[in-house]
């Protein structure tokens, strides 16, 4: 059973920073992300990382957020610095594998980032 859980998030001030763990179990994945979904928003892609190691972020994170993983591609990170107040949102962890030219998603539970002005 594939099983993703976050942990890091809570209230912080504008100009901090946070870092996002997820652990993935159950099988192995070809990429690992970070969405967000703020009240009234659309969920939106943070950040990613591909098996090859090739790195996708948010044109508003970049330079501010990294993704990162360990060797086993079991616990994955969102280290994100110099927060603002429009980066407060739940924030999801992904995996997801690609077979037979079909995606297959798996998500975590969430966890609220709330940045304070």
């Known amino acids: 059973q594939v099983q993703l859980m976050e942990s890091g998030g809570g209230l912080v001030q504008a100009g901090g920073f946070l870092r996002l763990s997820c652990v993935a179990s159950g099988r192995s994945f070809d990429g690992l992300g970070w969405y967000r979904q703020a009240p009234g928003k659309q969920r939106e892609l943070v950040a990613d990382?591909?098996?090859?190691?090739?790195?996708r972020y948010l044109d508003s994170v970049e330079g501010r957020f990294a993704i990162s993983r360990d060797n086993a591609w079991k616990t994955f990170y969102l280290t994100m610095s110099n927060l603002k107040p429009e980066d407060t949102a739940v924030y999801l962890c992904?995996?997801?594998?690609?077979?037979?030219?079909?995606?297959?998603?798996?998500w975590g539970q969430g966890t609220q980032v709330t940045v304070s002005s």
């Open positions: 992904n995996a997801w594998v690609a077979e037979l030219g079909r995606r297959s998603d798996w």
């Open positions: 990382i591909s098996r090859e190691g090739r790195t």
